[in-house]
Each structure stands twice: as structure tokens, then as C-alpha cells.
């Protein structure tokens, strides 16, 4: 009994042992901020020091000038001038615009509409071809490679390669041959 009592009174007289628990416990005010923990997070918000302006390249400021918008762009190419509110619209708008004898893909084309990660998006236009109002030259519109991806949805479905074949553009095994010279990027074109 003795021994217990020892450890007792050493622990009592040694430094004393806090939880993690018990240290959560201390509110503001204790620990020294009279403040409280909502006025602290405020006082911690800082605004960073502005720099100086410097010097800017005609490539910067030519990249951070205003652009006008593709919708704004193809606008000013439909001859009727009757506005877009839709992307399928917009999608078979830049189909329209490709020139006999040329491809183009469905990236190229989601990249002139400025929504680059949207390419399926544009493969969903082109299924919707036969319901636009005006005629929408789908067969010229191709996988980023020039693969003919989009021919099963031609009846019958050779026909997409018969109507690229008739406007001088060779097609073996289903890919466009010569793509890269073929190719059209609306993005450069528009």
C-alpha cells in the first residue's frame, strides 16, 4: 500500500498531463484573445500588396485583349443575321461554313466555339443534321485521325464516303487520306 501511495503523491507533485480533449477545451479568452474566434478570423484577412504594372509584349496584350465571341463571329457570317441560341445550332453554323473538298473534325469544331472539351458534344449536333432547318454538310466533319466515325449513322453507310469521294477527297479503309492537307480548322479560318 505504501508504494501505491507514493506513486500517488510523486504524480500529484509532477507536471500536469493535458489531453487532447481537455486542451480543445480552453476557450479564447483564456488563451489570451479577448477578441473571440470570429473578430480573430477577420483580423487574419489581409490584402496582398499590388505590383507595379510592367511592360507588356503585343503577344500578351493582344492575348488578354477583348475577342469577340465565335457566336458574336459567326453573327457576322450568316447572311440573314437571325441569332443562335443553341450549340447545335452553332455547331451546324461552322459545319456550313466548310469548304467543298475539306474536312474538319468534331475538336476543331468544338475549339472555334470556344468549348474545347466539348467535341462529343458536336458529334450530337451532327446526329441532329436532319432536323435543322438548313442543309448541314456532315460528311465532313471526321475524328481528330480522319477516321470516318460518323458513317453508321449514313444510310446506307457508305454513302458518308461517297459524298466526301464526289468532292475529290479520298477515303480508303474508312480514314481520309491526306487529312492534314485536307484538314480545315475553323479556328483559323472564322
Not at 25 to 43: D, E, F, L
Not at 118 to 126: N, T
Amino acid at each position: 500500500m505504501a508504494k501505491t501511495k507514493k506513486k500517488n503523491s510523486s504524480a500529484a507533485t509532477g507536471p500536469a498531463k493535458t489531453s487532447r480533449k481537455g486542451a480543445a477545451k480552453i476557450s479564447p479568452k483564456r488563451a489570451g484573445n479577448a477578441a473571440g474566434p470570429r473578430t480573430q478570423a477577420k483580423a487574419k484577412k489581409t490584402v496582398a500588396p499590388t505590383k507595379p504594372p510592367t511592360k507588356t509584349s503585343a503577344k500578351h496584350a493582344a492575348a488578354t485583349s477583348p475577342k469577340t465571341s465565335p457566336r458574336e463571329k459567326l453573327k457576322s457570317i450568316k447572311p440573314s443575321g437571325e441569332q443562335d441560341d443553341s450549340f447545335f445550332d452553332l455547331v451546324h453554323e461552322v459545319a456550313r461554313q466548310i469548304p467543298h473538298g475539306r474536312v474538319t473534325s468534331y475538336g476543331a469544331i468544338a475549339a472555334s466555339l470556344g468549348t474545347r472539351l466539348s467535341a462529343r458534344m458536336v458529334g450530337w449536333a451532327m446526329m441532329a443534321v436532319p432536323y435543322a432547318k438548313k442543309p448541314v454538310p456532315a460528311h465532313r466533319v471526321v475524328n481528330r485521325v480522319g477516321l470516318l466515325t460518323g458513317k453508321h449513322h449514313y444510310n446506307p453507310p457508305g454513302k458518308m464516303q461517297e459524298l466526301l469521294e464526289k468532292e475529290g477527297v479520298v477515303v480508303k479503309d474508312d480514314k481520309v487520306i491526306n487529312f492534314s492537307k485536307l484538314f480545315w480548322d475553323p479556328a483559323k479560318e472564322l
